[in-house]
């Protein structure tokens, strides 16, 4: 049985890892490559994961999540392009993309009067700049599309082998 610490402000890393109820030991052994040493210092902040750490992780630990985390708080490239996706219901992604789908509709005939000269003019920015973060509530209701299923998946709630075979075809059709 793990001993829960005790520390606020516990990184997802850590959080994941005692929800599952692994000492860091018992954590080592689950991810095969990290040893415990490493793991420590992961969580307390003393040294940043790599990448492939992360990978394992959230393959491990069965929590895909943490690989948004990381690159959305961790990877400096990932800082400035990768937002931060949190898993929610099905119910309430599919009511945020409908929502901003909706949205993006009423705006499609100002976005073609925007650009169809290929250029934005100074009364136009701001019709503009509404239609690009209507875009960007898209692209993250997809993102968390994405995580949701990949969180399923890794739980066995969606079949793995019928959920890729039915891609395969898609994608060689």
């Known amino acids: 049985m793990a001993r ?3 520390k606020e402000n516990k990184n997802p890393y850590q959080v994941t890892r005692e929800a599952l109820k692994l ?3 018992a954590a080592a052994a689950v991810l095969e490559s990290i040893p415990s040493e490493r793991i420590e210092k992961i969580e307390n902040e003393r040294s940043l ?3 492939e750490e992360i990978l394992v992780m959230a393959n491990k630990y069965k929590h895909p999540e943490l690989c948004n985390y990381y690159c959305a708080n961790q990877c400096p490239i990932g800082q400035q392009y990768v ?3 949190k898993i929610k219901a099905l119910s309430q992604i599919v009511l945020e993309m409908l929502a901003s789908l909706n ?3 009423k705006q499609k ?3 073609i009067e925007i650009t169809a000269d290929g250029q934005i003019s100074g009364d136009e920015i701001e019709d503009f700049i509404f239609i690009q973060q209507e875009l960007e509530r898209i692209s993250i209701t997809v993102e968390t599309l994405q995580l949701w299923s990949e969180q399923m998946l890794a739980n066995g709630v969606i079949d793995a082998e019928q959920y890729q ?3 395969q075809k898609q994608l060689g059709e």
Request: glycine share 0%; aromatic share 4%.
């Open 165 to 167: 075979a039915y891609k």
């Open 109 to 111: 005939e100002r976005l």
């Open 83 to 85: 937002p931060e996706v």
């Open 103 to 105: 949205a993006m509709n």
């Open 23 to 25: 000492s860091r030991e």
């Open 4 to 6: 829960i610490s005790t």
């Open 49 to 51: 994961p790599h990448p």
